[in-house]
């Protein structure tokens, strides 16, 4: 088995956009995604974050840490969920990021994991 992130990308403009039924049916069929991955062993592990808003950057220069308010962007989105998928290859890794329910509003990238605690490459 091999791991891999699913990420997802968005903004506050993203999020605003949906009304409140549609909100709630969004975070229901996520809950389901969820629950039916976690069952059969291939979603490790799921977390939304924060806005950009929330974000800080560390960087250390000559031994000191310094510290800024929000992310360092290029663009106006910023990473907002992130999944941990444990599959058998990337065909069956993009294949699972599909059933993500964001993925027809947007767009889920998959990037297989080089390395890492827990990862054999």
Not at 49 to 65: F, K, N, Q
Not at 66 to 94: H, N, Q
């Amino acid at each position: 088995m091999a791991r891999f992130l699913a990420i997802i990308y968005g903004n506050q403009q993203t999020w605003s956009s949906f009304g409140e039924d549609e909100w709630r049916a969004g975070v229901a069929a996520q809950n389901a995604f969820n629950d039916k991955h976690k069952a059969s062993g291939e979603l490790v592990m799921s977390f939304g974050l924060s806005d950009e808003t929330s974000a800080r950057t560390v960087r250390v220069r000559e031994g000191a840490i310094a510290v800024t308010d929000g992310p360092y962007l290029e663009t106006k989105e910023y990473i907002a969920s992130a999944f941990l998928l444990e599959c058998p290859d990337l065909a069956r890794a993009t294949e699972v990021a599909g059933e993500i329910p964001y993925a027809s509003v947007h767009a889920v990238e998959v990037w297989p994991i080089m390395h890492g605690d827990g990862v054999t490459h």
